[in-house]
């Protein structure tokens, strides 16, 4: 399945294996893969914070900032609004983190 391999280009170019991922048919077209990635209980939230943005460039370029950055940050990136993807068929892609999932 193509999804498939454009998902393991995603984790690839992130550098990180994921927990609990899904690739499932989304219902507006295409193909939506959700996992979550480990992040070290011993980081700051600031830490953190960049990390996260250091992995979503990793995807590509132009990311919308979206969310609190101080509770619940969080980007998308979309190739249609001008983002460029730096993963080969990936067109779409959102992260979120969320502060009160590491109480």
């Not at 939230?45 to 995807?59: A, N, T, Y």
């Not at 969310?67 to 980007?75: C, F, K």
Request: aromatic fraction near 8%.
């Amino acid at each position: 399945m193509q999804a498939n391999k454009i998902f393991n280009r995603c984790i690839m170019a992130i550098g990180r294996l994921p927990m609990d991922a899904t690739v499932k048919p989304y219902s507006k077209g295409g193909y939506l893969a959700v996992f979550e990635l480990y992040h070290s209980d011993k980081m700051g939230w600031g830490d953190l914070v960049v990390e996260v943005l250091s992995m979503g460039q990793k995807l590509g370029v132009g990311w919308t900032l979206l969310g609190d950055a101080n509770s619940d940050p969080s980007a998308v990136l979309a190739t249609n609004t001008g983002s460029r993807s730096s993963v080969s068929g990936l067109s779409w892609a959102e992260w979120q983190l969320n502060q009160h999932e590491m109480d």
